[in-house]
């Protein structure tokens, strides 16, 4: 993980690889030229005042993720200036937005791997602009290597050398004794640090990551930071009656787990619970993936790994809030002794479910965790899955649906994605998709119409949720594995979505700002 540190000392004196400076988009008015942004001042200043020209003379137009570099001048301690941009600004003059800060300290971060230290200059007036280029910074520099070169084999197989993560990230111009501005970057590192512990496990291949590793992993950080664990097996589910779970993973030699954390807090008032889906696998079962479909199936437990990385985030935080997070974790596979397409199932609420697709397994996992989190009546649910191919074809690939069974919550979701950075869209339930669900030999079946299929899938949901329980779905099967290229502080592979976004809710929560 980078260190962060947090320096007043005038740029020129600084020791390091690299200073990050921030460029703006010019408007028209201007020529449209790049903009050199506070922060560079003393940059500027050794280029006598030309800094703005020489990096437009170098190809830069302060785009967002532009990274120009370019020598450092005369007098400075550092050999190279990375001016990375910020996009186009509101206003003239205006000062950039925590999100942009964020996503241009992530591309620095990712620009400078091999790095040991470097500066970031980048505009930071206030403690939510430090804590926002921390933030990106942490996640930009984020790097998934734990399979490469091994050094296994006794030795045989030498780790080639390869560009590492940026070492160090000193924030220029940041008071380290100002309290505000202290808090600010200790939540930064505490959200980064479990953001990039869930695309660890995202990322992780499904032959090293079933449902019962996925557990140890849990029990092992809860322990660390104080957080109470429950982890039901086969029998206990069997026993508990989780039809959901086992039906879904019954076609799997790892069995499921159904893992509950809880962290409570003596300030609390309120109580949030956060349910994850976490398919470790999904091959579709017997309804079988098609060609082409499978490859990226270990991201399937994103949902999971959100709710876990959140309720940890929570606990380092002290909020005064509790929070319990539910992990359905079971592996999805074609089998002998797999669900059939037509089989029943006795969900644990009570409910019968035909299953007339085992690809909507999903779904099935999340009602019996939904229905649990229901049993403590908290004053909120919030379930987190990669749970339609739907919503990708709604939505794109980096944006998240929100749904829910109250308006006023489901904006106060959308309004607190907004505010950390993390692109969402409200959804509805129409009631009319529900009859499409209508089972003649069961309850409920797991299928409805193909049309508004995440919808659909929500509707399904719902269902599971307790009685005057406030509830919000987030689907993030886009945003949750990026196969692109990496983009801000986003890495390609397991992203981390919906992280940011429940933590948010939680100080929300705590701060008594949500009903």
């Known amino acids: 993980m980078t260190a962060l540190t947090l320096s007043t000392a005038a740029l020129p004196g600084l020791r390091a690889d690299a200073i990050v400076i921030g460029v703006a988009k010019g408007t028209a008015s201007a020529a449209g030229g790049p903009v050199v942004v506070p922060g560079a001042e003393d940059v500027d200043k050794a280029y006598d005042g030309r800094l703005?020209?020489?990096?437009?003379?170098?190809?830069?137009?302060?785009?967002?993720?532009?990274?120009?570099?370019?020598?450092?001048?005369?007098?400075?301690?550092?050999?190279?200036?990375?001016?990375?941009?910020?996009?186009?600004?509101?206003?003239?003059?205006?000062?950039?937005?925590?999100?942009?800060?964020?996503?241009?300290?992530?591309?620095?971060?990712?620009?400078?791997?091999?790095?040991?230290?470097?500066?970031?200059?980048?505009?930071?007036?206030?403690?939510?602009?430090?804590?926002?280029?921390?933030?990106?910074?942490?996640?930009?520099?984020?790097?998934?290597?734990?399979?490469?070169?091994?050094?296994?084999?006794?030795?045989?197989?030498?780790?080639?050398?390869?560009?590492?993560?940026?070492?160090?990230?000193?924030?220029?111009?940041?008071?380290?004794?100002?309290?505000?501005?202290?808090?600010?970057?200790?939540?930064?590192?505490?959200?980064?640090?479990?953001?990039?512990?869930?695309?660890?496990?995202?990322?992780?291949?499904?032959?090293?990551?079933?449902?019962?590793?996925?557990?140890?992993?849990?029990?092992?950080?809860?322990?660390?930071?104080?957080?109470?664990?429950?982890?039901?097996?086969?029998?206990?589910?069997?026993?508990?009656?989780?039809?959901?779970?086992?039906?879904?993973?019954?076609?799997?030699?790892?069995?499921?787990?159904?893992?509950?954390?809880?962290?409570?807090s003596a300030k609390a008032k309120k109580h949030l619970a956060?349910?994850?889906?976490?398919?470790?696998?999904?091959?579709?079962?017997?309804?079988?993936?098609?060609?082409?479909?499978?490859?990226?199936?270990?991201?399937?437990?994103?949902?999971?790994?959100?709710?876990?990385?959140?309720?940890?985030?929570?606990?380092?935080?002290?909020?005064?809030?509790?929070?319990?997070?539910?992990?359905?974790?079971a592996e999805n596979m074609p089998s002998g002794s797999a669900t059939r397409p037509g089989d029943v199932l006795r969900m644990y609420s009570g409910k019968t479910v035909e299953v007339l697709n085992t690809d909507a397994e999903g779904r099935l996992v999340l009602a019996d965790a939904l229905w649990a989190a229901s049993e403590e009546k908290p004053d909120a649910i919030v379930d987190v899955a990669t749970l339609t191919g739907a919503m990708v074809l709604a939505l794109g690939n980096r944006t998240f649906g929100i749904m829910a069974n109250d308006d006023t919550f489901r904006a106060a979701v959308l309004e607190a994605a907004e505010e950390v950075g993390e692109p969402a869209w409200p959804m509805p339930l129409p009631e009319h998709l529900r009859k499409g669900m209508d089972s003649t030999v069961a309850d409920i079946a797991n299928m409805g119409e193909r049309m508004g299929g995440g919808l659909v899938a929500g509707l399904f949901l719902r269902e599971f949720v307790g009685e005057g329980i406030t509830w919000a779905h987030l689907d993030i099967a886009g945003p949750a594995f990026n196969e692109g290229s990496?983009?801000?502080?986003?890495?390609?592979?397991?992203?981390?979505?919906?992280?940011?976004?429940?933590?948010?809710?939680?100080?929300?929560?705590a701060a008594g700002e949500l009903g």
């Open 486 to 509: 990496p983009f801000g502080y986003t890495p390609k592979g397991g992203t981390g979505s919906a992280v940011r976004t429940l933590v948010r809710l939680a100080e929300q929560t």
């Open 274 to 329: 956060f349910v994850g889906k976490g398919i470790t696998y999904d091959s579709g079962g017997i309804s079988l993936k098609p060609a082409g479909h499978n490859e990226t199936m270990k991201c399937d437990m994103s949902g999971a790994a959100a709710v876990f990385a959140a309720v940890v985030a929570a606990a380092r935080l002290g909020l005064a809030v509790n929070v319990t997070g539910w992990l359905a974790l």
């Open 52 to 264: 703005a020209g020489v990096l437009e003379t170098l190809g830069a137009s302060g785009a967002e993720g532009e990274v120009t570099k370019l020598p450092a001048p005369t007098g400075f301690k550092t050999p190279l200036v990375v001016a990375v941009g910020l996009g186009a600004q509101p206003e003239k003059d205006a000062a950039p937005d925590t999100e942009a800060l964020r996503r241009a300290a992530g591309v620095a971060a990712r620009a400078l791997s091999g790095s040991k230290k470097a500066v970031f200059a980048l505009p930071m007036t206030d403690a939510a602009d430090a804590g926002a280029v921390a933030e990106g910074a942490l996640l930009g520099a984020y790097s998934f290597d734990a399979y490469k070169n091994s050094d296994d084999n006794g030795g045989k197989n030498k780790k080639k050398d390869r560009r590492t993560p940026l070492a160090e990230a000193v924030l220029a111009g940041v008071p380290a004794r100002d309290k505000a501005f202290k808090a600010a970057v200790e939540r930064a590192t505490a959200v980064a640090e479990e953001l990039n512990r869930a695309r660890d496990l995202i990322n992780t291949p499904p032959n090293d990551l079933d449902p019962e590793a996925f557990a140890a992993v849990v029990q092992a950080a809860a322990k660390e930071h104080g957080i109470k664990v429950q982890v039901l097996d086969e029998k206990a589910l069997a026993k508990g009656g989780h039809g959901g779970i086992l039906g879904v993973g019954a076609g799997s030699a790892a069995g499921p787990r159904l893992v509950k954390l809880s962290y409570t």
